[in-house]
């Protein structure tokens, strides 16, 4: 079992930055595959950015390319998405999720995924 827990989302203007983090618990995620998602009012969960268990593969949505980064610290057992030049139509619950499969190239399906967090609220205003 994993448990994640997303922390670091919050209220932010258009052109703004946060930090999200993902901390694990219940075992380590260094060999594993992780992804943050989104979703939005109405709307189904997207795929936002995914890192494999090295980190040197991530995957980005074409919405956040350049804007966003993933990051690892397997020894923090903790996953972070850097957002910078947020925008109102990223304003989403952010989840974290980890990928028990061995993966080269992270999947981008929410389907794929294992183990889920609680999620992360977080606004961008106009």
């Known amino acids: 079992q994993v448990q994640l827990v997303e922390s670091g989302g919050g209220l932010v203007q258009a052109g703004g930055s946060l930090r999200l983090s993902c901390t694990a618990s219940?075992?380590?995620?260094?060999?594993?595959?992780m992804g943050w998602f989104r979703q939005a009012p109405g709307k189904e969960r997207e795929f936002v950015a995914a890192i494999t268990w090295s980190g040197g593969n991530t995957y980005f949505a074409n919405s956040v390319k350049g804007r966003f980064t993933i990051s690892r610290d397997n020894a923090k057992n903790t996953v972070y998405l850097q957002m910078n030049s947020l925008k109102p139509e990223d304003t989403a619950v952010y989840y974290c999720?980890?990928?028990?499969?061995?993966?080269?190239?992270?999947?981008?399906?929410?389907?794929?995924?294992?183990?889920w967090g609680q999620g992360t609220q977080v606004t961008v205003s106009s």
């Open positions: 999720a980890a990928d028990l499969a061995f993966m080269i190239i992270p999947n981008t399906r929410a389907q794929a995924y294992d183990y």
């Open positions: 219940g075992r380590t995620i260094n060999s594993l595959t």
